[in-house]
């Protein structure tokens, strides 16, 4: 129980937070019969692609298998990263010049997104703010520090470290051991931004086509059959941008995917004052652990998301309110009393080499894998497969067309996720134990 009134506001609601104003829409547009681009997904890598390959003057239709922005792209905690951290075993296996090529284009798509908002004028409540990561042990505090020197000398990134003596400064809380900022982060409003990038790629005459499942792509004569649940079209090109809501309409991606659900709530609105306290600079915050809590304050700096792998299993938004409320007063024991206003869930999308990717397989683009910065790299590689579509001779982007592993026990269902998810969940803790 939370206080007197239980942990549910009387007007809990199992949806994003971000729905309240923003949606998804139900666009049940007749299905086109010939198109030049089909783009399979209505998240922001597709309406990316889409919207550069409208303004060039193409036929382009966007078909979703429900309501248009309904998957992540709407479910997301508006966390926009600086930078995907590039694992450094992919050094060795891929060589001196395609690592450094894939560093530069993790840092371009956060100023790449950045220049993208400014030159549309989108209303997305964008704020760079930084963001803060809480070592979870002393001893990632030191891995932090290590990582740090990484990304000002190979990202060229702005990053402090902040001692356990003045973590208060950045996090109302005893519960990390010091951390890391780094300033290119920042935060959106993802229901916002999704209406933004949906319009512009409307008013450039792109076309939305909700509840219009694909069910199957077939190269014809040098053209593709899709065959959906509203009809069939045909396209001179296709690009599959269904991330984390792969199906079976493209095997090859749905054995290299891998869908992990990440649970979110939001709270009641809580006073200035404690918003001072428990983040005084209204920063971004993650922290180190392999199972992390990622959270942050409301646009309106008003309210709580908090979010993380709250069940391995598919638990309801309930259940899972319940735990990350837990987990969200451990590291701030001030919000006990503040209730959920909103819970729900949603897929993020892993690779077994933790790398987006975006390539060619059977004459279909696809992309994907954002390792949970989906912001700005699903609107990066968007961007850069349109690029491709429109001039294949284009030079590639440090994620075309990598190595792309799987697994030959898995077929799109993480059936291994509570076993590995629940080993690392005991490695945490022994290393919150130990202090390593």
Not at 24 to 47: Q, T
Request: hydrophobic share 35%.
């Amino acid at each position: 129980m939370t206080g007197l009134g239980g942990l549910f506001h009387p007007d809990f609601a199992i949806r994003p937070y971000w729905w309240d104003e923003t949606p998804p829409v139900d666009e049940r547009n007749p299905v086109p019969a010939v198109v030049d681009v089909a783009i399979v997904g209505s998240g922001y890598c597709g309406l990316a692609a889409g919207l550069e390959l409208a303004r060039k003057g193409l036929k382009v239709a966007v078909l979703d298998s429900g309501r248009i922005g309904e998957g992540a792209s709407t479910r997301n905690g508006g966390m926009v990263s600086g930078g995907l951290k590039v694992p450094e075993a992919m050094r060795a296996k891929l060589g001196e010049e395609r690592f450094s090529h894939m560093v530069r284009d993790s840092v371009a798509s956060f100023t790449h997104f950045e220049s993208f908002l400014k030159r549309e004028g989108f209303d997305v409540q964008y704020e760079r703010c930084g963001r803060f990561t809480g070592a979870h042990s002393p001893g990632a505090y030191l891995r932090q520090e290590r990582q740090a020197t990484n990304l000002v000398g190979e990202m060229g990134l702005t990053v402090r470290m902040v001692p356990k003596a003045r973590q208060r400064e950045e996090i109302g809380s005893d519960f990390y051991h010091g951390g890391m900022v780094v300033e290119e982060s920042g935060g959106i409003n993802p229901g916002r931004y999704h209406r933004a990038l949906r319009e512009a790629y409307k008013a450039a005459g792109g076309t939305l086509h909700g509840f219009a499942k694909v069910d199957k792509i077939e190269q014809r004569a040098g053209q593709f059959a899709l065959a959906t649940s509203r009809g069939n079209l045909r396209a001179d090109q296709v690009f599959v941008a269904t991330n984390g809501y792969s199906g079976e309409v493209m095997p090859y991606l749905r054995k290299r995917i891998i869908p992990i659900t990440s649970f979110v709530i939001a709270t009641e609105e809580i006073s200035p004052a404690l918003v001072r306290e428990l983040n005084p600079n209204k920063r971004m915050l993650v922290d180190t652990k392999r199972i992390l809590y990622w959270y942050r304050l409301t646009p309106d700096h008003r309210r709580i998301i908090f979010g993380g792998r709250a069940s391995f299993r598919d638990v309801n938004e309930r259940e899972s309110a319940r735990s990350l409320h837990q987990f969200m007063c451990g590291i701030w024991p001030q919000v006990q009393d503040t209730r959920i206003t909103h819970a729900w869930k949603g897929n993020v999308a892993f690779t077994f080499d933790h790398l987006p990717h975006m390539g060619v397989h059977a004459g279909v683009h696809y992309a994907g894998g954002c390792q949970g910065a989906g912001v700005s790299m699903a609107t990066y590689l968007g961007y850069q497969t349109a690029m491709k579509m429109l001039d294949p001779q284009r030079a590639p982007c440090g994620f075309d067309s990598l190595p792309f592993p799987s697994n030959p026990l898995y077929y799109g269902n993480p059936w291994f996720l509570p076993i590995v998810g629940n080993y690392y969940r005991v490695l945490d803790r022994m290393e919150q134990r130990t202090g390593w």
